[in-house]
């Protein structure tokens, strides 16, 4: 099985200021087609998790700009460029290149 | 609007099978995506359950293969889990949900709201 990892896994935020969550698997998730199969949730208090990013950098519809996703192989990042309260709660990073299918521990977001 | 809902029972018995239901609106059961089942113990992160195609072809996690079982109904377009043998480990709140690509190599993962499974005497 592919392990993910997350850090941190608590981050305290100021409104307005940057973020930055980290995501490595143990394996690539580079396929042969040239897509990485990583995807981001978030879940917020009390709600299913919402897709944010796929294929490693793509933006789900709807997402709002300061959320983008990098990074290739092994190693990931999600940014928010500016945090909002509304983004609030857990960020996790999954793979999807092959079953199972697995989830990082998460990253729990809170506003300082 | 693609939208999932789980249904039932809350509360299984020690040693009794968890039975629920997806159902599907907004998109056919028959479109080319895969049908899955998350978990999330109260207090902790996610947990793929595994998901199934609607041919019938299955992919199960490997921590409940032997327990674990998948089906679609395409006439009343929903899907549903079965775990079996259950104990109080597997008290989470389940969710069902559309993923995969569409054929622009766009996700289309959704997730329903939810449903709490407590597993007690």
């Known amino acids: 099985d592919i392990v993910m990892t997350q850090s941190p896994l608590s981050l305290p935020v100021t409104p307005g200021e940057p973020a930055s969550i980290s995501c490595r698997s143990s394996q690539s998730l580079l396929h042969s087609n040239g897509y990485n199969y990583l995807t981001w949730y978030l879940q917020k208090p009390g709600q299913p998790p919402q897709l944010l990013i796929y294929l490693g950098s793509n933006r789900a519809s709807g997402v709002p700009d300061r959320f983008s996703g990098s990074g290739s192989g092994t190693d990931f990042t999600l940014k928010v460029s500016g945090v909002e309260a509304e983004d609030v709660g857990v960020y996790y990073c999954m793979q999807d290149l092959q079953t199972p299918r697995t989830f990082g521990p998460g990253t729990k977001v809170d506003i300082k | 609007q693609v939208q999932l809902q789980e249904s039932g029972p809350g509360l299984v018995k020690p040693s009794g099978t968890l039975s629920l239901t997806c159902d599907v609106s907004g998109v056919s059961i028959s479109y080319n995506n895969w049908w899955s089942w998350v978990r999330q113990p109260p207090g902790k992160g996610l947990e793929w359950i595994g998901e199934?195609?609607?041919?019938?072809?299955?992919n199960y996690s490997p921590s409940l293969q032997g327990r674990v079982t998948m089906s679609v109904d395409k006439s009343k377009n929903q899907f549903s889990l079965k775990l079996s043998s259950v104990t109080a480990a597997d008290t989470a709140v389940y969710y069902c949900g559309r993923t995969g690509y569409d054929n622009d190599d766009k996700s289309v993962a959704r997730w329903g709201q939810g449903t709490l499974v407590t597993v007690s005497s």
């Open positions: 199934i195609f609607h041919s019938g072809t299955t």
